[in-house]
Nanobody, 128 residues
Framework: QLQLVESGGGLVQPGGSLRLSCAAS????????IGWFRQAPGKEREGVSC????????YYADSVKGRFTISRDNAKNTVYLQINSLKPEDTAVYSC?????????????????????WGLGTQVTVSS
């Protein structure tokens, strides 16, 4: 069974940090570009960060630049999203997705297109 499973979400105070993980099973992530997306209640899904399969080029939404870092460990078949300096507006369900690199990571992230596999998501809540 091909699937992506996110973990690492939780309740954190403003200014705190979390590391989200996206683990693949049933297929290898080596050949896929990976994206992290988030969706808050009543809002559209937003492409937060994406990383390519080939040269590990990355894209970050303006709202998270300087605070979020995406990385991949192909040996562990896992992609991570380190999120620092969390703000209440970061509260959302965070999901990862994998897609073949037919477009640039920026295009994939901004247009939320080209992704074949999606995880169910992990909740991140930022509150004091």
């Amino acid at each position: 069974q091909l699937q992506l499973v996110e973990s690492g979400g939780g309740l954190v105070q403003p200014g705190g940090s979390l590391r989200l993980s996206c683990a693949a099973s049933g297929f290898t992530l080596d050949f896929y570009s990976i994206g992290w997306f988030r969706q808050a209640p009543g809002k559209e899904r937003e492409g937060v960060s994406c990383i390519s399969s080939s040269d590990s080029s990355t894209y970050y939404a303006d709202s998270v630049k300087g605070r979020f870092t995406i990385s991949r460990d192909n040996a562990k078949n896992t992609v991570y999203l380190q999120i620092n300096s969390l703000k209440p507006e970061d509260t959302a369900v965070y999901s990862c997705a994998a897609g073949l690199p037919l477009l640039t990571v920026q295009a994939m992230c901004v247009m939320t297109t080209g992704f074949n596999y999606w995880g169910l998501g992990t909740q991140v809540t930022v509150s004091s």
